[in-house]
């Protein structure tokens, strides 16, 4: 059974800086995809970024050039650098990973292990 465990998540303000950590264990995390989610109150989870085994990297247009989302295998751990963070960057963060062969990353259909989410809060 993979368990995710994200960290990172604070209060910061608009403009600032954040990174988001999410280790993995029990399963082979250097040959999976992780993605990372958003989610606010009575609003459907939403994509943010995701990246493959190959080291390919998806960005949400909201998040682009703002950003990066990277990953060290040998510590099975994903990192979701954010920069110039905004307002309505506010939102619970959650990893996700999956053990199976998909080349499709934005929904979160596409993922089936999850951490527990870490909040981000900005103020303006």
């Known amino acids: 059974q993979v368990q995710l465990v994200e960290s990172g998540g604070e209060l910061v303000q608009a403009g600032g800086s954040l990174r988001l950590s999410c280790v993995a264990s029990?399963?082979?995390?250097?040959?999976?995809?992780m993605g990372w989610f958003r989610q606010v109150p009575g609003k459907e989870r939403e994509f943010v970024a995701a990246?493959?085994?190959?080291?390919?990297?998806y960005y949400a247009d909201s998040v682009k050039g703002r950003f990066t989302i990277s990953r060290d295998n040998a510590k099975a751990t994903g990192y979701l650098q954010m920069n110039s963070l905004k307002p309505e960057d506010t939102a619970v963060y959650y990893c996700?990973?999956?053990?199976?062969?998909?080349?499709?990353?934005?929904?979160?259909?596409?993922?089936?292990?999850w951490g527990q989410g870490t909040q981000v809060t900005i103020s303006s």
């Open positions: 996700a990973t999956r053990a199976y062969y998909s080349l499709t990353y934005y929904s979160p259909r596409d993922y089936e292990y």
């Open positions: 029990g399963g082979t995390f250097s040959r999976a995809v």
């Open positions: 990246i493959t085994w190959g080291d390919r990297k």
